[in-house]
């Protein structure tokens, strides 16, 4: 076909909506302007706009079915829509791309936004001076990644209880970030470290390469704490060390998340982590550490930028109350290990009634969301350990809040309680991570299902809408350059299969 420039939009196809059209010319007249509309890239247009009408039609059967459903049959109907509507978001993804237009995000779970002011504000107050010194928010969301797996490695022993016994305050989380900005921070936190460790002031966690770990045995160290780190200069190397010892990483990945059946003596200090790299290196992690679905799930992963253009150096009033601020910071975090190592007994965080109702209703209601969209198995073992994180989290901030203003009590007490602030940050942090990890697996290629029909078929069957007509099921077919004999067979397979049903000739409903 001729890629000859074209000057202006001509008419749009007659079956467009009313929405349609208005696409046709907006994005048409957008093409004109960058030189860029072609007889290629008007065929393009056409599958955008054929899709954005399929999309807005499916938006209205799942409205239509929340206001009008009969009771025991809309959970069903309201699954199969949504796997509809991702399908066909993904088409228009692809469209979008190819026309070299912005792509537009669903508002689903795999949205992945910056932590939540409101997180921030509910953080104690000695974690939020720091943030609050700090204005880019990416920047400052990386901070705060970076900075709870130390604030959890002086926190030992102390432990929360859940259903399955009590677990540690133990940390890890993943930056992803091509802009350099996440480690550039994570290399400032740990410098600030060592410098207060030289000073000897007692309790400051030490940073080690995850490269000089041996897994030939759990490193225990006669150390305050240890916050194993990964930064952009070591995914070379070391990715080969830890496929060789897979079982073993993925061994102490888990670890983090133990459970105790007694709040003994007996409970070891599992260390924390933090790892900056790009979305390769993530997958690379993820691979050689043998985690499921290639991603792995026991960290808080956020996504970060892919440039952040030049990072000056130079000094301001702004970095130099951050610097004597964050000093502050790791001053109270040494006196929190100083209390807790001298407790003869671990402290105990418990949650109340209505904050444990807070952490189930968030994550029940993403597991829904991951079983009706279909999303990959790994993201329910993430929501899981989300739901950890958020316990986790709040036993931080408790701690920090409660040293910050009773600090005897924590020498003193058997448990404390959580306050309402903490629980809401910790849920906003993890429910956060969530969503950046959901993305991550959706940048991911899939691999082969067990489906020997292949990719086509699967995704010919998930792009039918819930019913339709044999003319709409070809003219499907035709757009993905599926014969209609192709096609038709497909169909009756599906019926075969069970995930079809005809409903009278030339007719069918999508089944469950």
């Not at 007659?14 to 349609?20: I, M, P, R, T």
């Not at 929340?66 to 228009?92: M, T, V």
Request: with cysteine.
């Amino acid at each position: 076909m001729s890629n000859d420039i074209l000057t202006t939009v001509p008419n749009p196809p007659d079956a467009l909506s009313d929405d349609g059209r208005r696409l046709w010319y907006e994005t048409g007249l957008s093409l004109v302007k960058n030189g860029s509309l072609t007889p290629d890239s008007l065929e393009t247009l056409k599958d955008l706009c054929y899709w954005e009408d399929q999309r807005l039609s499916s938006l209205k059967n799942l409205r239509d079915l929340q206001r009008d459903s009969a009771p025991g049959s809309g959970r069903e109907s309201r699954a199969i829509i949504l796997k509809n509507l991702k399908a066909i978001r993904k088409e228009i993804t692809n469209l979008r791309k190819q026309l070299g237009l912005p792509v537009e995000h669903a508002g689903e779970i795999s949205d992945a936004p910056p932590i939540s002011e409101e997180a921030y504000q509910s953080l104690p107050r000695p974690l939020l001076a720091c943030c609050n010194l700090l204005t880019d928010p990416v920047a400052k969301d990386f901070f705060l990644l970076s900075v709870l797996p130390v604030a959890a490695a002086t926190m030992h022993p102390v432990l929360v209880e859940l259903a399955d016994g009590f677990c540690t305050a133990s940390v890890r989380s993943y930056m992803v970030d091509e802009s350099g900005k996440a480690d550039r921070i994570l290399q400032r936190i740990k410098a600030f470290c060592d410098a207060s460790r030289t000073k000897n002031v007692e309790g400051i966690p030490h940073f080690i390469p995850l490269s000089s770990k041996s897994w030939s045995h759990t490193d225990r160290m006669s150390v305050p704490g240890l916050v194993y780190h990964v930064d952009e200069k070591e995914h070379a190397g070391w990715q080969d060390r830890l496929k060789k010892n897979s079982d073993a990483v993925k061994n102490w990945l888990e670890e983090a998340f133990m459970t105790y059946p007694l709040a003994g003596e007996e409970i070891n200090a599992a260390d924390s982590s933090v790892f900056t790299g790009d979305m390769e290196s993530l997958i690379g992690f993820s691979a050689a550490s043998g985690t499921e679905t290639g991603i792995t799930t026991n960290c808080l992963v956020y996504i970060g930028e892919h440039n952040s253009g030049w990072q000056s150096h130079r000094p301001d009033a702004s970095s130099r109350a951050f610097n004597k601020q964050f000093n502050s910071f790791l001053d109270l975090l040494a006196g929190i290990g100083k209390v807790v190592r001298e407790r003869s007994k671990p402290l105990i965080v418990e949650l109340t009634g209505n904050q444990w109702e807070m952490i189930d209703d968030t994550f029940a209601e993403k597991l829904e969301i991951i079983e009706e969209l279909a999303l990959p198995e790994g993201l329910k073992n993430a929501n899981r350990k989300a739901a950890v994180h958020s316990l986790k989290l709040s036993l931080i901030c408790s701690v920090l809040r409660r040293f910050d203003e009773y600090p005897e009590e924590l020498g003193e007490q058997e448990w404390i309680t959580a306050d309402d602030d903490d629980v809401i940050a910790a849920l906003w942090i993890a429910d956060t991570c969530l969503k950046h990890l959901t993305q991550a697996y959706e940048q991911v290629p899939l691999q082969a299902g067990k489906d020997a029909r292949g990719e086509r078929y699967t995704t010919y069957f998930n792009l039918l809408p819930p019913r339709f007509e044999t003319p709409e099921a070809v003219e499907l077919a035709g757009r993905m350059d599926i014969a209609a004999r192709t096609a038709k067979r497909y169909l009756s397979t599906l019926v075969s299969d069970g995930k079809l049903v005809r409903v009278r000739r030339g007719r069918y409903r999508k089944v469950e």
